[in-house]
């Protein structure tokens, strides 16, 4: 069983430009994370292109072969660090995990 990780995020930017550079850098610190930790199989990120006053800001995709690659993946120390740069931005998150 595949699980599918999905987190969208609101950021704490002042403004559209600001924002949209902490995309950026979620994106970017999430993409150097494939080949780093094992057990991420796939990942998509990327901007919000729509309804910005109503959507979150970025929002991620990432598969794993199963609940223990997640788990794996979460306390991963490359994906931590990663962690406290989203949290600094980020103003909401929401995730969902489900089979596919």
Do not use: C
């Not at 969208?8 to 550079?21: F, I, P, Q, Y």
């Not at 979620?26 to 006053?53: C, F, K, M, Q, W």
């Not at 120390?77 to 103003?91: C, D, I, L, N």
């Amino acid at each position: 069983m595949t699980i599918r990780h999905i987190v969208a995020w609101k950021l704490n930017g002042e403004d559209g430009a600001a924002r949209a550079d902490q995309a950026a850098e979620i994106t970017r610190r999430l993409e150097a994370l494939v080949g780093v930790v094992p057990s991420l199989r796939t990942l998509s990120i990327g901007p919000n292109v729509a309804y910005p006053d109503q959507n979150g800001d970025v929002a991620l995709v990432a598969d794993f072969d199963d609940l223990a690659g997640l788990e794996a993946y979460q306390v991963h120390p490359a994906h931590q660090e990663v962690v406290g740069y989203v949290r600094s931005v980020a103003a909401s998150r929401i995730s969902v995990d489900f089979e596919v």
